[in-house]
């Protein structure tokens, strides 16, 4: 069983510091709150496929899919591995791959 | 200067409300709460507040138009009796949990089925952990006194509650009483406007009600208790400024001929009266027996009753509801895990009465007495919950 201290839920505030009722001070805060740990399947894109024709960031309904300069890329710290990217995918290019961590 | 008027106890609600300088009201009528929102309805069309009423299709839109009033920083007020409370239920925990400081009348009936319109407290009791301060009045001038008092309570930055004042469905709500009230400027003074800590503001955006899962959750949770634990204090200093306004003295419990009680009966809201009526009549007599009933249900009064019940031998408390399947009555169960805290060895058991608006009578709190002083003399409890009242 991992230690309390190892789920790093020590390094967050506690309740006596915390705004009150769950209220967030500042806007925009949801880009703090990295999602990608909810994934357990993992969008791994082929190059050698890929058309870059960015069909797969329209669908996606994190904004998880980033342009590089060269080709289309996979914002691990956002995405959730819903693999709606891989379902639309018209040259079949991103494959869903366990994550094992 | 007081004037005294002939106020039922939902208009001495709506009367308070009135010279509270409320800005929303959002609210549904129910039976018996009916008369609230009627006479505060009119205050409104006759332009004497200024207050926004918004007319919702339920309890469930009325609350959580209070809600989003509040976070805007509006000083907010509602009312609500029975099934409302039950549909507003899932809305109380938001209320509370988001810090809104909403000031709500719950006019306290039974809950269906059958259906019922009659005076029982199991309304309030199936959300007596929604996170609200809790107050129980005995009579109209209380529950007058308390929905000021509310606003000055729950709108404190220490505290930031949403409170419920609770009055007995009929024999308190319908029931004309000569009720001592405030001029309008001395209730202004007393109560002032509201002073939000932090609002909905576009020139200062903040999030409120998002998502938080199990990193964060617990933390506010943790708050929320903290807040209502540190909330008698601010009780306090609001009861004793009352006290200096008006001459009425507020506290935690009232207490009737406990000095040198033998016995007593604890009691919420207008049975009270009853009891300290019989109280009286027995102790001519020489019977050594007192009443204690606790204004403020949450938080609840440890520490005064505590003190309180020191010196007797015997203590009945009363439930008008039921919580079906628990060892007791919802009182009951408070104030016994306070004596085993405390170490507190008495004997107590529990009546279960007045369900669905059944009179409780002066002769019925005579028998509870005299069962009371029986069990002091002989320390054998017969039955642990007796219903009184209800036929066999």
Redesign the interface.
């Known amino acids: 069983m991992r230690r309390r201290k190892e789920l790093s839920e020590e390094s967050k505030p506690g309740w006596k510091s915390i705004p009150i009722g769950g209220i967030l001070l500042e806007p925009g805060s949801a880009i703090k709150y990295k999602t990608g740990d909810w994934r357990t399947f993992r969008p791994v894109i082929d190059k050698e496929k890929c058309t870059n024709c960015l069909l797969c960031g329209s669908y996606c309904p994190d904004g998880a899919i980033i342009r590089e300069e060269k080709n289309v890329a996979v914002n691990y710290e956002y995405c959730k591995g819903c693999g709606i990217c891989a379902n639309e995918c018209p040259v079949k290019a991103i494959s869903m791959v366990e994550e094992r961590r | 200067m007081s004037k005294i008027l002939g106020l039922t106890g939902d208009g001495a609600v709506a009367y308070a409300v009135k010279q509270c300088n409320v800005d929303v009201v959002a609210a549904y009528p129910i039976t018996p709460q009916t008369l609230i929102v009627e006479e505060f309805s009119e205050y409104v069309h006759n332009g004497e507040v200024h207050t926004e009423f918004v007319c919702v299709e339920s309890e469930h839109s009325a609350m959580s138009a209070c809600v989003g009033a509040s976070l805007t920083g509006a000083r907010v007020f509602t009312a609500t009796a029975s099934q409302g409370l039950a549909l507003m239920h899932e809305m109380l925990y938001i209320a509370s ?3 809104c400081p909403i000031v709500m009348g719950v006019v306290n009936r039974t809950l269906s089925a059958p259906i019922n319109i009659h005076c029982d407290h199991s309304d309030m009791m199936g959300s007596r952990d929604c996170g609200w301060i809790q107050i129980y009045v005995e009579n109209a001038q209380e529950a007058y006194d308390w929905i000021i008092q509310a606003f000055r309570i729950a709108e404190n930055p220490d505290v ?1 509650l949403p409170v419920t004042v609770n009055l007995d469905a009929f024999i308190l709500s319908h029931s004309l009483e000569g009720v001592k009230v405030l001029d309008d400027v001395e209730v202004e003074k007393f109560v002032s406007t509201r002073k939000p ?2 609002s909905i503001n576009p020139d200062k ?6 998502l ?1 899962l199990t ?6 949770k ?2 929320h208790v ?2 209502m634990n540190q909330s008698p204090k601010t009780i306090s200093k609001v009861n004793r400024e009352f006290a200096e306004l008006t001459g009425r003295g507020y506290d935690f419990i009232e207490t009737y001929g406990m000095d040198d009680a033998e016995v007593a009966i604890i009691c919420l809201g207008s049975t009270a009266g009853t009891a300290k009526a019989v109280a009286k009549s027995m102790r001519a007599n020489g019977k050594k027996v007192g009443v204690i009933k606790p204004w403020v249900y949450r938080p609840f009064p440890t520490e005064q009753i505590v003190k309180t019940i020191e010196n007797i031998k015997a203590l009945a408390v009363l439930d008008r509801a039921c919580s079906i399947g628990a060892p007791y009555g919802p009182l009951c169960s408070d104030v016994i895990a306070t004596l085993y805290k405390e170490g507190i060895k008495l004997n107590v058991f529990n009546v279960i009465y007045g369900l669905g608006g059944r009179d409780m009578t002066p002769l019925d709190i005579e028998a509870v007495f005299n069962e009371t002083l029986e069990i002091a003399k002989t320390g054998v409890i017969k039955e642990p919950v007796k219903f009184v009242g209800v036929r066999e």
């Not at chain 2, 955006?205 to 998002?210: D, E, F, L, R």
């Not at chain 2, 990193?215 to 506010?220: G, L, M, N």
């Open positions: 949990s988001l810090r930031l800590v932090l955006p903040i999030t409120v009600g998002a938080c990193d964060f959750f617990f933390e506010t943790r708050q903290e807040a």
